[in-house]
Each structure stands twice: as C-alpha cells, then as structure tokens.
C-alpha cells in the first residue's frame, strides 16, 4: 500500500450525475448539501464543465454561469474543478483562442481552480491555448491523457503523453478512463512506468461500467497515484465513479487513509439517495455493470444516447447491429478513443450505416469535418477508401485546426447588442447560439424564475428536504411524458378560488410555469413502466415521402438550415438540408438530379422520416 494519505476529487455534482441522470440534476437540488459536501476534506469537488453547461441551457433552464456563482458563495475551503474538451470547450466544434481564452477566463473568475483539460483525439496542439489560459488567469491546469484500447495504444503510447503534458506545464496529470476499461493489473504498471518517468503529481479518473472500479482504484493507489475520483456512494457505481465510502473503508487504518467523518459521508448519501428518485425518468437501463464495455469502449451516456437514439427510429433491436458497427467505424476513423464529441460522431454514423443499411450511405456535417482534420489528428491513419468515399478531393487540414479560425466573440457582441448583459452571455451564445436565445425568451417570459438568485439560494437553505416537495393542498396530478425522446416532467396544479363554477390551473414544465391555459399538443397514455408516453395529436401537415425526389431524414430531429430555395437546380448528392439530431448536424441531400418544387420546412421545425421535406422534379 501506498505510504502517503490519498487526495479525492468528488464527482456528485458532475461525472455522477451526467453519467447516471443525464445531466438533469438541478441546481436547486445541489445547494442544500453544499456546505456538507465542502466540510468533508476533498482534494477538489468537480462541479461544472462536461455537459453540464450544455444540459442548463437546454433541458434545465439554468444560467450555467450562475449555476457556479451560487456553488461558490457557498463552497468556500474546497476548490471547485471543471472539464472541458480542450478546443472544443463544452460544446462539440472548435472554438477560436478568443473564445478559449474568455471562457476560461470568465470561469475562474466566477469560482473555478481546477481546469481539467482534455483532447478526445490526444491530440495536445488543441490543448496549448486552454493550457496557457488556464495558467494565465491563476487557475491550475490537469492535462488528462485519454486511456483505451486499441492496436496502437500501449504503455509507452501513454508513458509518452505524460511526459509531454508535463512540459506543457501540467499542475496536475490526469488519467482518464471514460469508460471503465482500465484493468487493476494494468493501471498498476502504468502508474509505476509514469512515476519513472514524470514527477507531477498522477490523477486517476475511471468508471464502474466493467465492475473494476474499486480494484482499479486501489492498485493505482498501492503503485503510487496522487489524487483518484469517486462519487458518494448513492450516486456512484455502474456508469458513474467507485462509491466513496467503499474506498474509505478499505483504506481505513492504512498510510492512504483519506480519514473522513463516515457519518458525515452517510448524511451527504442519504439526502443523495431521496434526490435520486426525482430523477429516476432519466436513468438509463444501460448505465449499469456491463462487462461487454470491454469490447465497444462505450462511455455510459453514449450508451444511453444510442439507447434513446433507436427508441426514436422504432428500431431499438438493432442495438447490437450498431454497436458491432461503431468497432467498424472507429478502425475507419483511425481508432479514435470514443470519448465527447467523438463518441457521439462514432456513434451516430454508426447508427445511420445500420437504418440505412449501407456504410456512409448518409453522414453527418460532423464526420466530414473529422475526416477533414478539423478535430485534430487522428491517433492512427484513417481509412482512405472511406475518406474518398465522403469527401472525394476536399482538401485535408494538416495545421492545427484553431488556426484555420477568426475570432468570434466581436461578431457574437455586436449581434446580441442590448440582450447581452455580461461577457459571459456573449461567450453562452457563441458555444450554443440557438439554445441560448431560447434560454433568453424564456426568462423574458417569467421563468426561470426573475427573483434574485441569492434569495432563491437562503430560501432553499432554510427548507428541509421534505419541504422541497409541492404543498399538499395544491393537489397537484404529475406526471412524465416522453416526446420524441425527450422527458418533460408536467404537473397540474389547482389554486385560487373557485369563479363561476371553475377552478383555476395552471401547467409547470420542469417545474416551470407555462401557460395556464394551453392548446393540447399530445395525447397521454399510461404505460406499464409507471413513465407517461405521449404522440403529438397534431398530424403533420407535411406530405408522405412517396418518390425518389421526396427528400426525407433518416432520423427525428429539427431543421437546422435550408440549402436551397425553390426554382433551385440540384445535382444529386447536393446537400438540401441539415437537421440537428442527437447533438450532431446531419446533410441531408438528393438523390437526384432537378428542381425544387417545394420546400415543406422551415428553419426550427421538428421532422421526422418519411416526411417529405423538400420536393425535387
């Protein structure tokens, strides 16, 4: 065993719940522990970052920023820690050094210390710029190595990257296991060959989707690591981290022992435990032990996406058919470690090469830009029969890809104008432009809630956990209801007096209220699972896709551009569309050669196969 006493990052407030609850734990429900989880003694607690910025905007109605403002004022002795995927910050393109610079900047100015930082590529020209403003600004910098498996990876492919991240200036070095597929035996051998070879301080993230979390974890510890990962013990285990009180007890009375207050630690899991269940719509089937990680790599939010993805097209039974494909289509890529956003491009082509039964029939925006070499460069060389296929002669980018970028934020400033209020809504709109102009209507309308985030924050301090639930004499009916794979949880609520025989209700989205009186947009219906399923009673008004020249999509999602116009001349193969699904930009083109008729879309609209979105003749 090692003779020195381990340091521990938590993950609750991030990893564990992104990998659990698809990153739907509220901020609400992340403060009243707050102070608790920052009296235990952690090394760090990873709060932000990751998708968790993407899942404020979009699903929460959550400012991120102030999401970190408010953990902050009341995590006042541990230090608060982030990921991000170098260049491509939270988001899932390349962001120009203006953008990396600012958004750093800004965040260890509202609260961070520690800035994770990896390229899902280990490809370290797209960590230099978030490396030196990391640095810059006071904050530490942790270079993570992306571990798996693959004919290319070795120990002295990972020995080699460690010693580069350390003379980049690396505070820290981090290992980092997305998916669960570092063995004991092996981590104990790599961390003994990487304290040969660099002197910072080793930091080990794995997850328990194979089951070898807690063994991982403790061989890593006997061969010398610095500082390992864990979630409480409530929110820990499958997809997300070994649980923190099983480490604790098996380290108890040792050199390692990390001596935390165990009572204190069954307090924090408890109120996790009672959370958990407001959470349980969200929890995926597959974000559990699987020994069959091994063998795809998957990270468990990509599991769930796929699962989700499938559920969508009706075709959840080819779920292993997609899974054999993504080991296909990662050879293709140059065997890429399938980690965001590379698992999700892996993923989704996969997806498209089994519905459309053909390899590279349909791709996404994303594949092209990663054959092109606008994510970097790949670990091994990438299939050149594929590439043709996709790109025929286009141009490969060989420079670093932030390079062929201008800056942003000036166009993003002068855009907004007035709705900009701070540099961190500029930098909000410049990593998600659409979901944070919705975000900005939304709060124009009355939610999330107007009243100062201080007094939300002392009100929700003073209340128990009990009290966090609806009052009973409001009566409410709630319930879930999936739409297009989405879950919304709807409560009905009764108040005021009755008038003339009615009573008024009104409906909360998410625990946001909505209009109290609405058109019906779906019909409920109750399903053996206790989840309400949900249709849209609203047919579209959209024709069939009937002929060759009827373009359609080959998955649900939502229009993203339009190409061409009516009276437009087409080549087939000619893109006509582009539809935003599972996070990826997916080309939609024609098949044939002609002129468009008609255009049935518009931009924002919710597709689905077998609609006839553009007509060619």
Not at 383 to 397: A, F, P, Q, S, Y
């Amino acid at each position: 065993m090692s003779t020195k006493q381990i340091k521990i990052m938590d993950t609750t407030f991030r990893d564990a719940h992104q990998s659990l609850l698809a990153t739907r734990m509220r901020f609400i429900d992340l403060l009243p522990i707050s102070e608790k989880m920052d009296s235990v003694g952690f090394w760090s607690l990873e709060v932000w970052g990751g998708a968790t910025f993407d899942s404020c905007l979009r699903f929460l109605r959550e400012d991120p920023w102030e999401r970190l403002r408010q953990l902050k004022r009341l995590i006042k002795k541990t230090p608060l820690q982030m990921l991000i995927r170098g260049q491509c910050l939270v988001g899932y393109r390349h962001y120009a050094d203006d953008v990396v610079e600012r958004f750093i900047a800004n965040s260890i100015e509202n609260g961070i210390n520690i800035v994770r930082i990896f390229d899902p590529l280990n490809d370290y020209r797209n960590l230099e710029t978030a490396v030196k403003a990391t640095l810059k600004y006071g904050g530490k910098a942790e270079i993570a190595i992306c571990y798996t498996l693959g004919p290319i990876y070795n120990i002295d492919f990972f020995v080699e990257l460690a010693s580069r991240a350390q003379d980049m200036g690396a505070n820290t070095i981090c290992i980092e296991d997305m998916a669960g597929i570092l063995t004991p035996m092996y981590v104990s051998e790599l961390i003994t060959r990487l304290k040969q070879k660099v002197s910072t301080p080793l930091h080990l993230h794995t997850h328990d989707t194979c089951g070898m979390a807690v063994a991982t974890t403790l061989k890593a510890i006997e061969a010398g690591v610095d500082i390992i990962d864990s979630a409480i013990s409530s929110m820990a285990s499958g997809a997300s981290q070994p649980a923190l009180e099983t480490i604790c007890n098996i380290l108890r009375g040792t050199l390692s022992d990390p001596k935390f207050d165990i009572k204190l630690l069954r307090e924090i899991s408890s109120y996790f435990k009672k959370i958990r269940k407001k959470y349980k719509v969200f929890e995926s089937e597959y974000a559990i032990v699987d020994p069959d990680v091994m063998i795809y790599q998957l990270p468990g939010g990509m599991i769930s996406n796929l699962d989700n993805q499938l559920r969508e097209q009706n075709a959840l039974d080819k779920f292993d058919k997609v899974l054999e494909e993504i080991l296909y289509v990662r050879q293709d890529f140059g065997y890429p470690p399938l980690i965001t956003p590379i698992s999700q491009i892996v993923g989704t082509q996969a997806t498209l090469n089994v519905i459309n039964n053909e390899r590279y029939k349909v791709t996404t925006v994303e594949t092209k830009n990663y054959l092109k070499g606008l994510y970097g460069k790949p670990p091994a060389p990438l299939n050149d029969d594929v590439r043709r296929k996709i790109l025929g002669d286009e141009e490969i980018i060989t420079v670093r890809p932030a390079d062929t970028l201008k800056p942003e934020l000036e166009n993003a400033k002068r855009y907004l104008g007035d709705k900009a209020s701070s540099e961190t809504d500029i930098i909000s709109y410049t990593l998600f432009p659409k979901l944070f102009l919705n975000y900005l209507e939304l709060k124009d309308k009355g939610f999330p809630s107007e009243e100062p985030a201080e007094r939300q924050t002392a009100q929700i301090l003073e209340q128990k956990i009990e009290s966090l639930q609806p009052p009973p004499h409001l009566a409410p009916s709630e319930f879930i209801i999936n739409v297009h794979g989405e879950s919304y949880n709807i409560k009905v609520t009764g108040t005021g007096h009755t008038t003339e025989g009615k009573r008024p209700y009104f409906i909360y989205v998410d625990d946001h209220l909505v209009e109290a009186f609405v058109e019906p947009l779906v019909e409920v219906l109750p399903s053996e699972s206790g989840v309400i399923e949900a249709k849209a009673t609203k047919q579209s008004t959209r024709p069939k896709a009937l002929t060759i020249g009827d373009i359609t999509t080959a998955m649900p999602g939502r229009i993203a551009k339009i190409l061409v116009k009516k009276g437009d001349t087409v080549k087939s193969g000619d893109a006509v569309l582009i539809v935003e699904a599972m996070k990826m930009e997916n080309e939609i083109h024609t098949t044939i050669d002609g002129k468009v008729e008609e255009i049935f879309v518009s931009v924002g609209d919710s597709v689905n196969p077998d609609e006839a979105l553009v007509r060619i003749v």
